[in-house]
């Protein structure tokens, strides 16, 4: 990693307004459970996220990866995509592609997470 790491990470406005209506539904009980959420979920997918151009700041990243695990998460699993790049902003455009994934999902009758996480599991055996 080359690139200076942000201090703070967010989400566009749009996906904000989605992340706030996941908790009010009862989807996730804080903010942070469920923008770290759709961050595994897009890394669980293999996606790859395009740019989010305006952002809202949400969270410190002290806050949202206390222990770096997240960001040794992202380097491992994404590898030459983030070489030269900001490990936490990587974050950002996954978080925005999950929660966009999980309102789409939340509006269209209900999040299966039983089925997101044995999904999760089938690519991780496939990719062995």
């Known amino acids: 990693m080359s690139s200076a790491e942000p201090t703070t990470i967010g989400l566009s406005e749009s996906a904000h307004?989605?992340?706030?209506?996941?908790?009010?539904?009862?989807?996730?009980?804080?903010?942070l459970d469920g923008y770290r959420f759709a961050i595994g979920l897009a890394l669980a997918q293999g996606v790859e996220p395009p740019d989010v151009q305006k952002?809202?700041?949400?969270?410190?990243?002290?806050?949202?990866?206390?222990?770096?695990?997240?960001?040794?998460?992202i380097e491992a699993l994404m590898g030459s995509q983030v070489r030269d790049a900001s490990i936490y902003k990587m974050a950002e455009r996954l978080a925005e592609w999950g929660v966009n994934e999980l309102a789409?999902?939340?509006?269209?009758?209900?999040?299966?997470?039983?089925?997101?996480?044995?999904?999760?599991?089938?690519?991780?055996?496939?990719?062995?």
């Open 17 to 31: 307004g989605k992340l706030k209506r996941l908790q009010e539904d009862g989807y996730f009980r804080e903010l």
């Open 55 to 73: 952002r809202t700041t949400i969270f410190n990243v002290g806050t949202v990866d206390p222990d770096q695990s997240l960001k040794r998460s």
């Open 104 to 128: 789409s999902q939340a509006e269209a009758g209900g999040i299966d997470f039983v089925g997101l996480l044995d999904q999760a599991g089938e690519k991780e055996a496939a990719d062995r």
